[in-house]
Structure formats: structure tokens, C-alpha cells
Nanobody, 125 residues
Framework: QVQLVESGGGLVQPGGSLRLSCAVP????????MGWFRQAPGKEREFVAA????????YYADSVKGRFTISRDSAKNTVYLHMNSPKPSVPAVYYC??????????????????WGQGTQVPVSS
């Protein structure tokens, strides 16, 4: 397991945008896919988006399709989550996750092996 490092969380106005970053220590070749999950107060952690490192195939939860974009920069060993118009009623902690090689992307939390500490995204009322 590797400790991933998220950054970029913070207050966002309704209708605004925010970009989260997730730095992967060392070589990215140890992972096949990266994912973003979020957990709102009092709720289970849920899938948001995922991307495969090699082909860049992307996957999204229905609730964020068309508003959020996941991308990766292999040269920087970093994956991003660009969020447009986060819903004002849903502040959450966003987590970055990585899956070991050979398995591809997944929307299932338990399929990921390494996690970050989470970054808070509150939304102003």
C-alpha cells in the first residue's frame, strides 16, 4: 500500500468549480487505475470517478456525469478531479484511491488498495 496525497479542497460557491489533485509517490506503473470517492456526513463512502493509467479510460457516477472530469498526468504522477457546479447541499470529504496493476478500473471501494487521507470540500450555502 502507498499513501496518496490529495490537495485542492476548499470552499466553493454554488455554480463554481474546483480542481482536486492526487499525487502518487514513486512510479505509477505499480497501479492500473485511480479512483475518486467521496463521503458526505452520515453517509457511506461512494464512487465518483475512475481512470485507467494506460489508456485513460474514464468512468463516472451518474450523479456527476457531465459536471466532473477525471484526468491524469503521467509525467507528474498525478490524477485530477475537476468539479463544475458541486451541489450546494452535498459537502463531502473526497478521497483518492489506487488499484494495483492488471485489474483495471472499478467503481467498488474495496477493489482499491491504496488511499489518501481525504480532502474536504465544503460548499457555501
Amino acid at each position: 500500500q502507498v499513501q496518496l496525497v490529495e490537495s485542492g479542497g476548499g470552499l466553493v460557491q454554488p455554480g463554481g468549480s474546483l480542481r482536486l489533485s492526487c499525487a502518487v509517490p514513486g512510479s505509477i506503473s505499480r497501479f492500473s487505475a485511480m479512483g475518486w470517492f467521496r463521503q458526505a456526513p452520515g453517509k457511506e463512502r461512494e464512487f465518483v470517478a475512475a481512470i485507467t493509467w494506460s489508456a485513460g479510460n474514464t468512468y463516472y457516477a451518474d450523479s456527476v456525469k457531465g459536471r466532473f472530469t477525471i484526468s491524469r498526468d503521467s509525467a507528474k504522477n498525478t490524477v485530477y478531479l475537476h468539479m463544475n457546479s458541486p451541489k450546494p447541499s452535498v459537502p463531502a470529504v473526497y478521497y483518492c484511491a489506487a488499484r494495483r496493476p492488471g485489474l483495471g478500473a472499478s467503481i467498488v471501494e474495496n477493489d482499491y488498495d491504496s488511499w489518501g487521507q481525504g480532502t474536504q470540500v465544503p460548499v457555501s450555502s
